[in-house]
Nanobody, 127 residues
Framework: QVQLLESGGGLVQAGDSLRLSCEAS????????MGWFRQAPGKDRVFVAA????????YYADSEKGRFTISRDNAKNTVYLQLNTLKPEDTAVYYC????????????????????WGQGTQVTVSS
């Protein structure tokens, strides 16, 4: 069974950048969807970004569009999330997740469609 391992989180100041990584332990098809979600203390887990298919179609939550960039290295079974211009409200545990190919754009935004999850990596942004 595929396992996901996130890394790259940490404590940074507002305005700083971080790059999160998520490596899949087993070989996965490039057609699969790899996504990032985050969960702030006391709040629900929410969608951040996803990348799908061999051409790497990307999807972003509106609130992060322009600041965050998702990318993928299929040869390394790794997905990245570049976080720029970080804000204190970006503080959360960031989770990587894996889904089979999804039929609609909207489906990429739903955590229920993702079947495998990593353990999360903490991002803390101080003001």
């Amino acid at each position: 069974q595929v396992q996901l391992l996130e890394s790259g989180g940490g404590l940074v100041q507002a305005g700083d950048s971080l790059r999160l990584s998520c490596e899949a332990s087993g070989r996965i098809s490039s057609s699969y969807v790899m996504g990032w979600f985050r969960q702030a203390p006391g709040k629900d887990r929410v969608f951040v970004a996803a990348i799908a298919g061999s051409v790497g179609n990307t999807y972003y939550a509106d609130s992060e569009k322009g600041r965050f960039t998702i990318s993928r290295d299929n040869a390394k079974n790794t997905v990245y999330l570049q976080l720029n211009t970080l804000k204190p409200e970006d503080t959360a545990v960031y989770y990587c997740a894996l889904a089979p190919p999804l039929a609609s754009r909207r489906a990429h935004y739903s955590s229920g469609n993702y079947r495998t999850w990593g353990q999360g990596t903490q991002v803390t942004v101080s003001s």
